[in-house]
Every structure is written in C-alpha cells, then in structure tokens.
T-cell receptor, first 115, second 116 residues
Framework: GDSVTQMEGPVTLSEEAFLTINCTYT??????LFWYVQYPGEGLQLLLK?????DKGSNKGFEATYRKETTSFHLEKGSVQVSDSAVYFCALRMNYGGSQGNLIFGKGTKLSVKP | DVKVTQSSRYLVKRTGEKVFLECVQDMDHENMFWYRQDPGLGLRLIYFSYDVKMKEKGDIPEGYSVSREKKERFSLILESASTNQTSMYLCASSPRVTGASNQPQHFGDGTRLSIL
C-alpha cells in the first residue's frame, strides 16, 4: 500500500546550521506531497506542499522538491533558528476521487535547535 | 483562516467511562477526520467522514465510534474507555478532494486524553 518513510529523530542542531529531513514515499499513482509542522502543545500546521513532479514547495525559509525519479520530498532549510524546534511530518495524499482527502503520514521527526 | 476547534485541550477520564471528544470547523468543509498521535507511531487515522451522517473506518477504529449530525461538527466517542486509549487526539477538516486538488487538511490543537 501507499506509505511514507521519514528519517527518525531526534535531530539536534545548532542555530544557523543547515537542515535536511529525508522523506521518501511509496505510491501506486501520483500523489500530492505535504510537510506539516507541530510546535510544542499545538496541532499540526501545513508548512508546504507540492502536487506534481519537480514542483518546489517553500515557506518560512523551508523548501522541498517533489522528485518523482527518487520518490522523495526532502525538507531543507539553510539556517535554522531556535523557533524551528518542532516535530515535522511528511505526508502524501492520492489524487483520485475515492481518496476523500485522506493523508498518509510519516512517523514524524523531532527537531531541536540549540542557541 | 480556517478554524478547527476541539472542545478540550486536556481531559482525564476513568476506565469504562463513555468519553466524547468534540470537534467543530467553521469553513463548511465536507471532509472531517479523527487521528490519534502516539510517540514513535506518528498519526493514525481512526475515522473520517465525507458528508453529514456518513462515516468511514480508518486504520484503527476498534474501540471508537463517531457521529456527524451536522456538517460543522464531528464527534469521536470512546464507548468504554481503556488505558490503552490514553493519547493525543487530533481532529482535521478539508474540502472535498477533486482531481489533483492540493487542498490541505486543517488541524485543531488536539486533546490530550488520559484514561486512569
């Protein structure tokens, strides 16, 4: 079945370090891909999204490119801040009528950024 | 902005009690979802609904039921709470998916439920 695999955490970085969180997917068709972020004590917020191959989603300095050839959607940020400390979830949604918008999530990667 | 409101942030109940978790969204979304979030397991879909009075089982429906009497409200019911249902519960909503729609799901802040 369809699935999402993301790198296990926790990930601990110093402020201004470069961030990569790997995400790969398995899907029978052509999904839309999402990154969600969960700050401590809160629900999930959409961080960025991409709907087709080679699309790049970006927001708040984060970027991810939909790579069909490697079935990947890795999250990157050039210079992290303490305020980026959160749990990051990669997710996919199949784009066919029967899917009803169901998301398939990875297990989440906890990021801690130290000053 | 879309607002998804869950009735309680924290809830403590006893084993065997019937527990209701309420979720309301204000954007006229057709789809609503209930997930539970556990360390190391990520988010798992319990139930979803794509229309009033419609419901579909997700990946882990056992021990739960749902109710969608009005479009804006989706309730999760623990028929007889057990300690293994201690978890964070997240509600979400989204518009109906059409074709290659990239409309995201919008989440509430979650209810941390403890069953003693």
């Amino acid at each position: 079945g369809d699935s999402v695999t993301q790198m296990e955490g926790p990930v601990t970085l110093s402020e201004e370090a470069f961030l990569t969180i790997n995400c790969t997917y398995t899907a029978t068709g052509y999904p839309s891909l999402f990154w969600y972020v969960q700050y401590p004590g809160e629900g999930l917020q959409l961080l960025l999204k991409a709907t087709k191959a080679d699309d790049k989603g970006s927001n708040k300095g984060f970027e991810a490119t939909y790579r069909k050839e490697t079935t990947s959607f890795h999250l990157e940020k050039g210079s992290v801040q303490v305020s980026d400390s959160a749990v990051y979830f990669c997710a996919l949604r199949m784009n066919y009528g029967g899917s009803q918008g169901n998301l398939i999530f990875g297990k989440g990667t906890k990021l801690s950024v130290k000053p | 902005d879309v607002k998804v409101t869950q009735s309680s942030r924290y809830l403590v109940k006893r084993t065997g009690e019937k527990v209701f978790l309420e979720c309301v969204q204000d954007m006229d979304h057709e789809n609503m979802f209930w997930y539970r979030q556990d360390p190391g397991l990520g988010l798992r879909l319990i139930y979803f609904s794509y229309d009033v009075k419609m419901k579909e089982k997700g990946d882990i429906p056992e021990g739960y039921s749902v109710s969608r009497e009005k479009k804006e409200r989706f309730s999760l019911i623990l028929e007889s709470a057990s300690t293994n249902q201690t978890s964070m519960y997240l509600c979400a909503s989204s518009p109906r998916v059409t074709g290659a729609s990239n409309q995201p799901q919008h989440f509430g802040d979650g209810t941390r439920l403890s069953i003693l």
